[in-house]
């Protein structure tokens, strides 16, 4: 049996709206406002009602344009690998510092895309993060927490 | 109106503000090419560097800031289709197409060009018109700007979605939702928070557009096995660097760029509308307006597509000082950063600044000129260079924007949650594109969130909880019966493009 994958992501985003719809009206309000003509929930609720609407309309009515997506010809294995790296160095940026994660990140994720030229690999990450670093740093004056270059020295 | 204009000129072309116009626009332009610091950021950080100034100047300073990231913004729309502004969202329909397919030059002198007569037609509006314009500003109330944002989510969702209205639509709800996210602006009160902390500001803007654009942009040319950079690595630098446009595209921007000017002018007027809706409009009425043949390059690098909205944006950008200087309302998110820079200075924005400090006033109108020449005269040589990003092969241009992206979020909240967050909101955007969800619907209904709720709160108090105020007012009713004008259109030919199939 083929799914429509549309309609599937229709149907996520009808369960998503009345989600949001029942959260909406679980917003404490104060009670001087509880009856007022517009609160905080009020917005909230006329959005979850908007998204039911469409969703539902969506899900109801025939798909006439269908997209096909061919999973079999996506490359999904450098998309996780990219994703997993991203969130490796979400995770690392502020214990270990901004250049040497994001010199790594660049440097993996080069070689992970199948980059194997490694003089360029390293020109383009490492010296190029430091200018980086200096511009928003140092011309730009936007602090950037460092304590990998802290217990080196070279911050202070 | 003489005297003013004299005042202006002779603050403006002082020799320490000609260097500050220079400076704000090349600086502008570099951090705006950068995705994730957009013109806010750029203006936010000159403002510790303008307390040493006189107002006039530090205004001149920013102002420059602010053209200069605009056309830096268009320029990695165009050639990363990573858009650091909403502004530029639109030019990405059609300036990243035309950059794949070779002509990236082109793209950007189009984008230069466009941008230099809107902001220049903009300026001189602004020079006859500045008094009454703050009139019609006045004129507009609540239930006015609720029903124009209802208009330009409306409009959005029609003409970006390519026949697919309802999943423009459920993009545009998925936006607002969105930016609900956090406090409520009157009460204080959390919302959808799940008690952490790092939502209870909300979502930041950069982040969303950067899930949204550069990073799923990056993702789904991975996932498709697609390769941005195989036709700059096509085409030789002198190719590359063509910014020559023929008799045949300068005759279709002569035509575009007057109507998205005026467009852009009046939608940057209006307190809250700004670049962004002025862009789209105008992307939407060209739209419409040009013939079926060229209606069919609409998004597939279309010379009008893409100079419609650099026009509107530009002049939008010139006519968003407007509200501010005259009225002391900021016309955009970017000169809400400038309306907190002017009070810093001592500057009261209103209706009063016009007699008060008629030298702040002329002298940024003034400058707004000078500013476009100075960026014409600096982009146009440097475009062959800027377009050599696309000559940087695949496996170097993604992570490195990536890292941009990353960063332009790192800078901004000093947080991993917000990485986290903006990886989590990539992955679903990726997905999303592939079954054809538009993005900039999603964006523009962000952005007009808070606003759209403040609005509507105000509308509806004043109406007493009821939902007349709709209709109450001529100039509602006609904004709101446009945009059921435009529903009706697209369904009319939605269910006739079938009929004829």
Redesign the interface.
């Known amino acids: 049996m083929n799914i429509n994958?549309?309609k599937v992501?229709?149907l996520l985003?009808f369960i998503f709206?009345a989600f949001?719809l029942y959260?909406?009206y679980q917003?404490?309000?104060?009670a001087f406002?509880e009856n007022?003509?517009?609160?905080?929930?009020?917005?909230?609720i006329y959005?979850g009602y908007?998204?039911l609407f469409?969703?539902g309309?969506?899900l109801i009515?025939p798909d006439?344009?269908t997209?096909k997506?061919q999973h079999k010809?996506?490359?999904?294995k450098?998309?996780v690998i990219?994703?997993i790296i991203?969130?490796i160095?979400?995770?690392t940026?502020?214990k270990v510092g901004?250049f040497l994660t994001?010199s790594l990140?660049?440097f993996s994720?080069?070689y992970f895309?199948?980059?194997r030229r490694w003089v360029?690999m390293f020109l383009?990450s490492f010296p190029f993060v430091a200018a980086?670093m200096y511009l928003?740093h140092g011309v730009?004056?936007?602090y950037?927490?460092d304590p990998f270059l802290q217990s080196i020295g070279v911050m202070g | 109106m003489i005297e003013g204009i004299l005042i202006g000129l002779t603050t403006a072309l002082t020799l320490q503000n000609i260097l500050m116009v220079m400076l704000g626009c090349f600086f502008g332009t570099i951090i705006g090419m950068l995705p994730g610091l957009g013109p806010m950021t750029a203006i936010a950080?000159m403002i510790?560097i303008t307390y040493g100034f006189d107002p006039a100047t530090g205004l001149i300073l920013m102002a420059g800031v602010y053209y200069g990231a605009v056309f830096g913004g268009s320029t990695s729309s165009i050639l990363l289709n990573a858009p650091g502004v909403p502004g530029t969202v639109a030019t990405s329909f059609d300036g990243y197409p035309m950059a794949q397919q070779g002509k990236a030059g082109k793209a950007l002198a189009i984008a230069a060009w466009s941008s230099f007569a809107g902001g220049t037609l903009s300026a001189i509006y602004l020079l006859f018109m500045a008094p009454s314009l703050s009139k019609v500003s006045l004129s507009f109330r609540s239930p006015d700007y609720f029903a124009l944002m209802i208009l330009g989510l409306t409009a959005i969702a029609a003409f970006s979605s390519k026949?697919?209205f309802?999943?423009a639509?459920?993009m545009v709800?998925?936006g607002?939702?969105l930016a609900?996210v956090g406090q409520?602006s009157?009460?204080d009160?959390t919302?959808?928070t799940f008690n952490n902390m790092n939502l209870t500001d909300g979502i930041s803007f950069v982040l969303v557009v950067m899930a949204t654009f550069a990073m799923s942009e990056a993702?789904t040319i991975?996932?498709?096995?697609n390769d941005p950079t195989s036709a700059a690595k096509q085409v030789s630098l002198t190719e590359l660097g063509s910014i020559k446009i023929n008799k045949e595209e300068r005759t279709k921007m002569y035509k575009t760029i007057p109507r998205s000017s005026v467009i852009g002018f009046l939608i940057g007027v209006l307190p809250g509308a700004g670049a962004t809706i002025a862009s789209f409009l105008a992307y939407g009425m060209e739209r419409n307006i040009v013939n079926d043949e060229e209606k069919e390059k609409f998004g597939k690098g279309s010379v009008n597509g893409l100079s419609a909205p650099e026009t509107a944006n530009n002049a939008a950008c010139s006519g968003s000082f407007v509200p501010m200087l005259t009225l002391g309302i900021p016309g955009s998110g970017t000169t809400a950063v400038m309306l907190g820079a002017l009070l810093g200075f001592g500057v009261q924005p209103g209706p009063r600044l016009y007699m008060t400090n008629p030298e702040i006033f002329w002298s940024i109108i003034m400058s707004m000129y000078i500013g476009m020449v100075i960026l014409l005269i600096l982009n146009l040589p440097l475009i062959p260079y800027i377009a050599r990003i696309l000559a940087v092969?695949?496996?170097?241009l993604?992570?490195?924007i990536?890292?941009f992206s990353?960063?332009g979020i790192?800078?901004m909240s000093?947080?991993?949650f917000d990485?986290?967050l903006m990886?989590g909101i990539a992955?679903v955007a990726?997905f999303?594109r592939?079954?054809?969800?538009p993005m900039p619907p999603l964006i523009l209904a962000f952005v007009l969130g808070g606003l759209?709720?403040e609005n509507?709160?105000r509308s509806?108090?004043l109406?007493?909880?009821s939902w007349e105020f709709l209709w109450d007012r001529t100039l509602t009713a006609c904004i709101l019966l446009t945009t059921i004008l435009i529903v009706v259109w697209h369904i009319y030919k939605t269910m006739f493009k079938?009929t004829k199939g």
């Open positions: 994958t549309t992501i229709s985003f709206s949001y959260t909406a917003i404490q309000v104060f406002d007022a003509p517009f609160n905080a929930r009020t917005f909230p959005l908007a998204g469409f969703s309309l969506k009515l006439s344009n997209i997506v010809t996506l490359e999904y450098k998309t990219l994703i991203a969130i160095y979400g995770a940026i502020l901004y994001t990140f660049l994720s080069y895309l199948g980059e360029l383009l980086f928003l730009l004056d936007i950037l927490r | 950080l510790p026949g697919q309802l999943k639509m459920m709800v998925l607002l939702m609900s409520d009157l009460s009160i919302r959808f993702l991975i996932l498709k096995r092969p695949k496996n170097y993604i992570p490195l990536l890292f990353i960063t790192y800078v000093f947080n991993n990485i986290y990886i992955v990726t999303m592939l079954y054809d969800f759209m709720e509507l709160r509806l108090l109406s007493n909880g079938k």
